[in-house]
Nanobody, 115 residues
């Protein structure tokens, strides 16, 4: 299975931007969907955005128009450009893949939006 390493989290003021990246390494064949989930304190993990190998994207309603997911298949990376961040975007962001029909997660990267 692939190993996933996220980067790019941090502290940002409301209205600001951050870019998250995730690199898949190791056994990378068979990766279909890549994406991001997030988990805020005291809440369940929720979908942020996904992108299929053919480029089809899917976004949570709460991030549509503000976040953009992209993928570089040649580098096995998936990125999430986050603009107009608000306090509700605070949480741990997890990289996610579906490989041969099974789901795998990265360790997560913290995103904190301050007022």
């Amino acid at each position: 299975q692939a190993q996933l390493v996220e980067s790019g989290g941090g502290l940002v003021q409301a209205g600001g931007s951050l870019r998250l990246s995730c690199v898949a390494s190791g056994s990378i064949i068979g990766i279909n969907t890549m994406g991001w989930f997030r988990q805020a304190p005291g809440r369940q993990r929720e979908l942020v955005a996904t992108i299929h190998s053919g480029g089809t994207t899917n976004y949570a309603d709460s991030v549509k128009g503000r976040f953009t997911i992209s993928r570089d298949n040649s580098k096995n990376t998936v990125s999430l450009q986050m603009n107009s961040l608000n306090l509700e975007d605070t949480g741990v962001y997890f990289c996610y893949i579906i490989q041969f029909g099974r789901s795998y997660w990265g360790q997560g990267t913290q995103v904190t939006v301050s007022s």
